[in-house]
């Protein structure tokens, strides 16, 4: 039981530690705030490409989660990176690779497409 505890305790502790240490490295926009600036930005749609198809914003590139680590290269280090998923988790973790290989200027969309009120675009 005490094993249990333990391991329900160590958990929380990194959920928590990875909760924090997303918010300090990128910023969540509010979809207006988003609005402002994602036309000047590497707008990316993390989702998969089948969530993709089925909608996303107008003018985003689809580099999901699963393949980000072999497509940085499509991602310039000096202009903002505006991410965006289903409802921000993959969002968070994206953006944690990111800083780590050296990205900065990184931004989310607070609740993720499902959020969204804008344009999209399908197919």
Not at 87 to 94: E, L, P
Request: with cysteine; glycine share 10%; hydrophobic share 35%.
């Amino acid at each position: 039981m005490e094993l249990l505890i333990g391991l329900i305790v160590i958990l929380i502790a990194f959920g928590l530690y990875r909760y924090f240490k997303a918010r300090k490295i990128m910023t969540t926009l509010t979809e207006d705030e988003f609005r402002q600036g994602y036309r000047k930005a590497q707008l990316i749609d993390i989702r998969e490409p089948k969530e993709f198809k089925g909608g996303h914003i107008l003018g985003a590139r689809n580099i999901p989660l699963s393949q980000m680590n072999h497509r940085l290269t499509e991602l310039r280090k000096d202009q903002p990176i505006y991410l965006y998923c289903q409802s921000g988790a993959r969002s968070a973790r994206a953006a944690m690779l990111l800083h780590k290989k050296g990205y900065r200027d990184i931004n989310q969309l607070k609740g993720g497409f499902k959020r969204w009120g804008g344009k999209i675009k399908t197919g």
